[in-house]
């Protein structure tokens, strides 16, 4: 047997290894626990997984290309650099826009993004821990996004950027965020991992969030649109921001030969860098205090079985909202359910409520939590009240707050979500809607 047939037959066998194994769906039964986010994969991410892994290639390599290839064309961006994780994308997509190649919009120390305190702290995180100073600005309910009407208030003269993110998938105004940067010449980065595959229209054009702003990113944890078990990318159409960004992603060198690949520029030992001697070998050169934030080619290999299934988990997402919506109208004067953004087709994470005057959610949810039903906060809550910002609260400085962020310490207080992953079926929604109309006390007939 060749090294080829032992492959086609390793891989033709973990292909029926998952059909007798692993391919069978359980059946769901009443009373089943139902997770808010679950992988749905079959045969084909593990097929690419054993393939990449036979390979034993182990960092990026041929399935990287493909998949940052693939993505990108999804996307209708030129560049997309893939990542180890959304948290690193988002840290990768914040250090691009401290590099000094960008002259003048470079971000310092000190300089202030607006952002809010209603989300998730690796939005935030690279901020504090580079120096730059987040302003933190309120949020709209029902939409649960940045209240725009805040912008020109938080608007400094040592303002930089924004960066935010679309919240469980339902885009921010993007219309208004982007044309208030464009007036103010700041840069926008969309912190788009948990809403990959959500629409917006913008200057009459269609277009996928992630890919308004600057740059965009994406997170490929387990619970999100699609998975690598861990992963994350960063997309943009600037060629000079893609440039910076794989230098950072890849210890922060000046050259740009992928891994395994030596003097694709043919120049390897014939330039000037800094005071090193001339000719210093390039791939050594460093033009930013960078990482290594690659992820593994097994990874990509089941990004790319699941990119070819995403546009199916996308539908199945809104399927599963529009359907806990309609079932839950009746629970209105109970609950504030989600609105979309106007002009937006959200590809939504999950399904927001608020407790209404009288409604205590410390009672709602753990009756929903003990019929079975998984359910989260909003994230952070209001990221300025947990112990990561006592010595910042203490001091009072490393953070601006713009007014007094009413609807974020609401949501603290008042607000959770349950899950629309596309492996629920029509009965889980059901279900799911039944006990949450029997928490809050509504007719559920």
Known sequence: MTEQQAKRFILASVKEYYELYRGGTKLYQEGDRIPYASRVYDSEEMVNLVDSALEFWLTSGRYTEQFEREFAQYLGVKYCSLVNSGSSAN???FMTLTSPLLGERQIRRGDEVITVAAGFPTTVAPLVQYGAVPVFVDVTIPQYNIDVSLLEQALSEKTKAVMIAHTLGNPFDLRAVKAFCDSHNLWLVED?????????????????????????????????????GEGGAVYTDNSLLHKIMRSFRDWGRDCMCPSGRDNLCGHRFDGQYGELPAGYDHKYVYSHFGYNLKAT?????????QLAKFPSFVERRRHNFAMLKSLLDSATDKLILPEAA??????????????????DRKQVVPYIESRGVQTRMLFAGNLTKHPCFDQMRESGRGYRIVGGLENTNRIMQDTFWIGVYPGMTDEMIRYMARVILEAVGANTD
């Open 91 to 93: 840290l990768l997509a």
């Open 192 to 228: 788009n991992c948990d809403a990959l595959g959500s629409e917006y229209t913008i200057d009459g054009k269609t277009k996928l969030t992630g890919t308004v702003g600057d740059m965009g990113t994406s997170s490929f944890y387990p619970p999100h649109h699609m998975t690598m």
């Open 342 to 359: 106007e002009g937006s087709v959200p590809s939504w994470f999950g399904f927001l409520m608020t407790c209404r005057e009288g409604v």
């Open 297 to 305: 080619d097994m990874q990509a290999a089941i990004g790319c079985a």
